[in-house]
Structure formats: structure tokens, C-alpha cells
């Protein structure tokens, strides 16, 4: 549910009640490779590993296990290739989902992602049939009672960066995604607590679901998480807070 503030603090809310650990682990560990593989092992020289890392230490990751998956990329350690495949579709009510994974046997996911879209109302598309709906952005998302508006706006705009949006809980801070890793570090150093940090697929625009469609779209979207394949889940889709309440 990546993409706009607030379905990335439902996302939040969603792991600090579901303590599978091992899979945000094994998520971060295949972002590690990756990273190593397409920029190199140096995090210094390798901005996307350097923001792999972070994310590892941000879940308690141990450094043996950072060391093995930048190995693993670089060819020098033990595991199969990882290759990258964004799906793109459609979900209940026309809603646009892009789905980023990260897999060592394409065609089994290829097929089981099919598989989720058709079953859960969904439809999956072709390359390019969603993504002129997103920007790519480095998304950085706070909660609203560590900063006010003024703090944030000087050190995040002073960093690079392209805006700042609230929804009413929580601030989040948009930049180009070469300004990631500076307006991130920037945010730390003042002191911020930061909820999420990531290069997301940000909606242009939002589209309003309700009743069925909504519950529908909300089924589709754990099912995506859940697969272990599956990164992240980007979509450009709304629904009301007190609906989103009703559904538990």
C-alpha cells in the first residue's frame, strides 16, 4: 500500500502488529543483493545499498547477515541470482497497482502473482499500462507529533527536497530519488524519528473506493504482501477512514 502517506502508516501499523520477522528480513536481505549486484558492494559508491543498509539496521538486522546478502549480490557468496520483475494491473473498482518483486525463479512468479490478480478481482496488465500513473520518488514518512511543520520544512527543503504533504497523522517528505540518502540523513540528524524510508512509486492522482470495491481492493493487497516474493505493493487507490474503520 505504498505510495501516499496514509496507506503507508496503515502499512506500519499492519507490521508492528504482525511479528513475522523473518519475512522483513528476507525482504531487506533480497534488496541488499540486488543493490550489490547493479551498483557494487561498497555502500559508499552504491547509494541504493547504502539505503538497503539503513533499512536493515532499521529492523535490528545482525551485521553477519548484512555482510552475507551484499556477498550474495556481488556473486561471492552462497545463493542463486535475484532477479527484479515489476507487475503491473488493475484491481476491483479500476484501481491502478504496481507490484515490485524480487525472485530467484521467475516464471513460478510470474505465475502465482497472475494467479492473485485473477482471483481477487483483479487483472494483470501489460508493461506501461499503469506506471504513467506514478512518479518515482523517495518517500520519507513521520509521524505527525515528531516535527511541526516549520522544523521540517527548513531541514527537508534546505536537503533537496521536492514537498512536504501531511494527512492529518502523519508527515511525509517527497524528493527526487538521487536526494534520497541526503535529505534522509538530514531528517536523522536533527533528531527526527522517521517511520518509513524508501524510493516508492508515488499515485499522481488518488481514486475513491467504497463498500465492496474497497474490501475487495484491501483483500488484493494483503494477498500481494503476504507473497514472499512480493517487495512492495504500490497502488493509487483511497477509502474514507471510518470505512477503513469498519472493515476492522
Known sequence: MSGHSKWATIKHKKAALDSKRGKVFTRVIKEIAIAARSGGGDP???????????????????????????????????????????????????????????TDNRNRTVSEIRHMFGKNGGNLGEVGSVAWMFDRKSQVVIEGDKTNEEQLMNIALEAGADDIRNDGENWEVL??????????????????????????????????????????????????????????????????????ASMG
Open 44 to 102: 559508499d559508491a552504491n547509494p541504493r545499498l547504502r539505503t538497503a543498509i539503513t533499512a536493515a539496521k532499521a529492523v535490528s538486522m545482525p551485521a553477519d547477515n548484512i555482510k552475507r546478502a551484499i556477498l550474495r549480490g556481488t556473486g561471492d557468496g552462497e545463493g542463486g541470482q535475484i532477479d527484479e520483475i515489476m507487475f503491473e494491473g488493475y484491481g476491483p473498482g479500476g484501481a491502478a497497482v504496481m507490484v515490485a518483486t524480487a
Open 175 to 244: 524528493s527526487d530519488p538521487t536526494r534520497h540518502f541526503t535529505v534522509l540523513e538530514a531528517i536523522q540528524k536533527a533528531g527526527i524519528a522517521t517511520m518509513e524510508a524508501s524510493i516508492a512509486m508515488v499515485p499522481k492522482n488518488l481514486m475513491k473506493l467504497e463498500g465492496k470495491t474497497a474490501s475487495g481492493m484491501l483483500r488484493l493487497t494483503d494477498a500481494l504482501e503476504e507473497h514472499d516474493d512480493v517487495q512492495s505493493v504500490y497502488s493509487n487507490f483511497d477509502i474514507d477512514e471510518s470505512e477503513l
